[in-house]
């Protein structure tokens, strides 16, 4: 089969990545699709591992966020563990600016884009001073009705 024969199918999708890979395809039209196939295929193999490597580091770092975010919500109530787990998520490298603004949305239950990881890390500290504020101060009054 000639690759023109694939371009000829290609041209029935009407998309841009359809155009841009019949452009490419054009140029040569005439060689043999097993040509093709052996000309690129160690490129797509790099692709294909690069591609996973990057799916698997966004896994581990979602399996992280909700970790983390999991960690703040369970120590809370704990100024000590909770002051620990921020220092810790502020000297992790692997918690940029798009990760800390995730864990602070999760903590603080609303979708909020921080600009930077320590705007992130004060909304969380802020946050969990006026939770503990208002428990300090329910629970001082609940004995009072």
């Not at 155009?19 to 005439?30: Q, T, Y």
């Not at 000309?39 to 797509?44: D, L």
């Not at 109530?77 to 995730?102: C, G, M, P, Q, Y």
């Not at 999760?106 to 503990?132: C, N, T, Y």
Request: proline share 1%.
């Amino acid at each position: 089969m000639k690759v023109k024969a694939l371009r000829d199918r290609l041209s029935s999708h009407d998309s841009e990545d359809a155009r841009k890979l019949d452009e490419l395809l054009e140029k040569v039209d005439e060689a043999e699709l097993s040509e093709l196939l052996a000309a690129i295929s160690p490129s797509i193999s790099k692709l294909a591992t690069s591609v996973s490597r990057r799916k698997k580091a966004a896994e581990e770092s979602r399996a992280a966020i909700a970790s983390l975010a999991g960690e703040l919500e369970q120590v809370k109530h704990d100024n000590a563990a909770f002051e620990a787990v921020v220092d810790r998520i502020k000297k992790l490298k692997t918690v940029k600016v798009l990760e800390a603004s995730e864990i602070a949305s999760r903590f603080l239950g609303e979708h909020k884009v921080f600009k930077s990881k320590p705007e992130a890390l004060k909304a969380i500290l802020k946050r969990q001073i006026a939770d503990k504020r208002a428990s300090d101060r329910q629970a001082s009054t609940s004995g009072i009705f």
